[in-house]
């Protein structure tokens, strides 16, 4: 039996309210088309697969039990589920809540212990560590002399993160629609810089970059101040920056390490 956006966001809410995940993200993250929701209103699980060639990529992007039907063997029959479906469709692996660009976590919160005892008793191995931190909205930073920052409404940051970061283009794309993405400009006008808010999750912030040619010279922190201005005004007091990769530069923002996901896969 199939679910819908609203009433797997209703299961959310049950079960996981800290995340405050709507309607309108699960559309996007879970109903695409080679997306597929297995279980019902009470129990359901996401597989999310990307072909790369002849390769294809799969994830267990979401697996949620409403709270009265937990320790009942639901979740582990999911599992074995998408991972049964992922195998009839050609993969060889199932990762785990990374599924780049459209994904709801890097991975599995170290803190979820149930997910947890879940993923490891399925036989999940752990391959790798992802980091989020949370940054003070008030956080303001002026950029460098001959800078300015702006609400990206054309394509020019498109063809900064085509030529520079490509594996950002979709984020950046669908920022850019929302209405969530900011640009450096220089005094000429080129774009040197762009970062993004909301794009998966309400909050978040990333992707975000600076031409590797100007990096260190304060444009990603003005980037970042922009960034929460923005989410300032829109009633958020702290941003989550998502999936870090540089934690000395937002470090020296004032963000700190807020959660720790663990990454991982199942040979199928």
């Known amino acids: 039996m199939s679910t819908t956006p609203g009433a797997l966001a209703a299961l959310c809410e049950a079960a996981m309210p800290q995340e405050r995940l709507n309607a309108d993200e699960l559309a996007y993250l879970c109903f695409a088309e080679h997306d597929e929701v297995l279980g019902d209103e009470r129990a359901s699980a996401v597989l999310q697969t990307q072909r790369?060639?002849?390769?294809?990529?799969?994830?267990?992007t979401l697996v949620v039990v409403h709270p009265a039907e937990q320790s009942r063997g639901r979740g582990k029959e999911l599992v074995h589920a998408v991972a049964d479906r992922a195998r009839e469709l050609g993969a060889r692996e199932l990762l785990l809540a990374s599924a780049v660009p459209r994904y709801l976590w890097p991975g599995v919160d170290v803190?979820?212990?149930?997910?947890?005892?879940?993923?490891?008793?399925?036989?999940?191995?752990?391959?790798?560590?992802?980091?989020?931190?949370?940054?003070?909205?008030?956080?303001?930073?002026?950029?460098?002399?001959?800078?300015?920052?702006?609400?990206?409404?054309?394509?020019a940051a498109h063809e900064l993160a085509a030529r520079a970061y490509p594996y950002w283009v979709p984020e950046l794309d669908r920022a850019t629609m929302l209405g969530t993405a900011f640009a450096a400009r220089d005094a000429q006008g080129a774009t040197i810089g762009f970062g993004c808010h909301s794009v998966n999750r309400s909050g978040w912030i990333g992707p975000m970059a600076t031409d590797p040619t100007l990096q260190h010279g304060g444009v990603g922190s003005a980037v970042v101040a922009a960034l929460c201005a923005d989410l300032g005004a829109r009633g958020c007091a702290t941003g989550e920056i998502a999936w870090v990769s540089n934690l000395r530069f937002y470090g020296k923002c004032g963000a700190r390490v807020s959660r720790v996901f663990l990454g991982g896969k199942l040979v199928l």
Do not use: H, S
């Open 52 to 60: 790369f060639g002849d390769r294809l990529a799969a994830w267990l």
């Open 111 to 155: 803190y979820n212990t149930r997910a947890g005892m879940l993923l490891e008793a399925c036989g999940f191995e752990r391959d790798w560590v992802g980091t989020n931190m949370a940054i003070d909205t008030a956080f303001r930073q002026p950029p460098p002399k001959g800078v300015a920052v702006e609400r990206e409404t054309g394509d």
